[in-house]
């Protein structure tokens, strides 16, 4: 009696270990940025939000501009995460330091984007968005740079541009007409407080929200 009383012992422990392993792998999923999900991007040094509109830069490439805004509820400023153009990610995957990811603006399709084109008003490297329905090139990829095994939504980022290796940044110079009172965000070369990001408002896809088949972004 006393070895079976024992064993019940220990299988409600060993239950009970497994039930607590599973709630803590749960909560950290739900902690994640993860494929797909649909989002606001804050840099924590100026406190704007990265944001783009169809509002085309008049020098440098011409393309679609990306811009930093203080307002928070403007829904130019939701981006969605999505893989690598050769390498698309599962939707509802937590996103891992390090990878290599897409950001795609949600209103006009186009991805985030850098290259060795001038930024109007600091002359660092210019950021733009750009490519129709989410598909661009090469240049669109950048690499979360965080400390643990995922992106975690409460945590400090930073993202650098695989092609040309800078850091989406912003230093707080200010737009005139069209789109006045808006801050450039444009490359640099160098880590620093002003290429910090934070994950803010919107819709962060779990693995349990995946389809039947499998959905690839």
């Known amino acids: 009696m006393e070895i079976l009383h024992v064993l019940h012992v220990f299988v409600r422990s ?12 749960r909560e950290s999923e739900l902690n994640t940025v993860t494929c797909g999900s649909l ?23 011409g393309q679609q501009s990306v811009t930093g805004v203080e307002i928070a509820d403007d829904a130019n400023s939701y981006w969605q ?33 850098t290259h060795h084109f001038s930024s109007p008003l600091s002359n660092n490297q210019e950021v733009s968005a750009f490519g ?24 400090d980022v930073r993202f650098k541009h695989v092609g040309t290796d800078v850091f989406l940044s912003v230093t ?5 007409h069209p789109i006045r009172g808006q801050r450039e965000v ?7 407080q002003n290429n910090w990001w934070r994950s803010m408002e919107g819709v962060f896809l ?10 690839e972004l």
Not at 206 to 214: E, G, K, N, V
Request: charged content about 25%.
């Open 14 to 25: 060993l239950m009970f270990l497994l039930l607590w392993s599973k709630c803590e792998g």
């Open 39 to 61: 989002l606001k991007l804050l840099n924590t040094r100026h406190n704007v939000r990265l944001h783009s509109h169809d509002v085309k830069y008049g020098s440098g490439s």
């Open 81 to 113: 995460i999505r893989g690598k153009p050769n390498r698309p990610c599962q939707r509802g995957e937590a996103i891992k330091c390090g990878q290599g990811i897409r950001i795609t603006h949600m209103k006009t399709g186009r991805n985030l984007h």
């Open 132 to 155: 129709e329905n989410g598909e661009g090139d090469n240049l669109d990829v950048w690499a979360v740079q965080c400390d643990g095994i995922h992106w975690e939504r409460e945590e």
């Open 172 to 176: 707080g110079e200010q737009y005139g």
């Open 186 to 192: 444009h490359g640099m070369s160098a880590a620093n």
């Open 206 to 215: 779990q693995p349990s929200q995946l389809p039947l088949h499998h959905d």
